[in-house]
């Protein structure tokens, strides 16, 4: 393991958009998934970007060292007490006070051929 960890401190998840829970089992949703296998702690700040509302900033992560966290975007806690809007635009920034690898998943269930999309974000 690298004294840093693996990954870089900031990236962007450009296409993001909570879906409905729909009536399937399998219920519609987003998560970010972030691996710290640094020897620190990480403190995560979260912005959203909207087509035509103002960003979204004061939500905050914690990943321990030597861990992997599942970020819900469907989940009040996971998301500083911010009610992600559903079939909504929009983009996530992470800053993160130590290297991490993010990957971003959705799960719509909105048709009968529901679709799981995942991607790495960008990063620099």
């Known amino acids: 393991m690298d004294k840093q960890g693996l990954g870089k401190k900031n990236w962007i998840i450009p ?6 829970p729909g009536q399937g089992v ?3 949703h987003e998560s970010v998934i972030v691996v710290n296998d640094g ?9 959203l970007y909207f087509t035509d509302q103002d960003l ?5 992560w914690r990943v321990p060292a030597g861990r992997v966290r ?3 975007m469907n989940r009040v806690e996971d998301m500083g007490g ?7 635009q ?7 006070s130590g290297n991490i690898v993010v990957q971003y998943g959705r799960l719509d269930n909105r048709q009968t ?5 995942t991607t790495l974000g960008y990063t620099e």
Do not use: H, W
Not at 82 to 88: A, I, R
Not at 113 to 117: I, P, T, V
């Open 82 to 88: 911010f009610l992600v809007p559903y079939d909504t």
């Open 26 to 28: 399998l219920k519609g």
């Open 113 to 117: 051929n529901l679709a799981y999309y």
């Open 70 to 72: 599942c970020f819900r």
């Open 56 to 60: 979204v900033d004061n939500i905050e």
């Open 39 to 47: 020897p620190q702690d990480v403190q995560i700040k979260v912005t």
């Open 15 to 20: 296409d993001c958009e909570l879906p409905q």
């Open 90 to 96: 929009y983009a996530m920034k992470l800053e993160s």
